[in-house]
């Protein structure tokens, strides 16, 4: 079964950094996009970032761009998420996600291609 844990979320000041991490259990890590999403309060949970099985392509939304980067290590089963240049409107609950189902080089954009979720990570960014 797979497990996926975020960790990393904390309360800091606009401008600051963050950086957050997906543990991942199983013996396949390496052959699963990645992703991560947020979701504010009142707000839909939106893609933020994702990385495909090898690392080689990434992708981000426009909100996030230049500012944070996806990464992994596949000898330790973990994607990492560094957030710079944090705003206010950063603030929501990050969890990672992982795609092992769709085939895509890259990786999805869209919840519903996605097979495991963590229980996600509060980040709250104070003006």
């Known amino acids: 079964q797979v497990r996926l844990v975020d960790s990393g979320g904390g309360l800091v000041q606009t401008g600051e950094s963050l950086r957050l991490s997906c543990a991942a259990s199983?013996?396949?890590?390496?052959?699963?996009?990645m992703g991560w999403f947020r979701q504010a309060p009142g707000k839909e949970r939106e893609f933020v970032a994702g990385i495909s099985r090898s690392g080689a392509n990434t992708d981000y939304a426009d909100s996030v761009k230049g500012r944070f980067t996806i990464s992994r290590d596949n000898t330790k089963n973990t994607v990492y998420l560094q957030m710079n240049s944090l705003k206010p409107d950063d603030t929501a609950v990050y969890y990672c996600?992982?795609?092992?189902?769709?085939?895509?080089?890259?990786?999805?954009?869209?919840?519903?291609?996605?097979?495991?979720w963590g229980q996600g990570t509060q980040v709250t960014v104070s003006s």
């Open positions: 996600a992982a795609d092992w189902t769709s085939g895509w080089s890259a990786p999805p954009q869209f919840e519903y291609e996605y097979d495991s």
């Open positions: 199983g013996r396949t890590f390496h052959s699963w996009n």
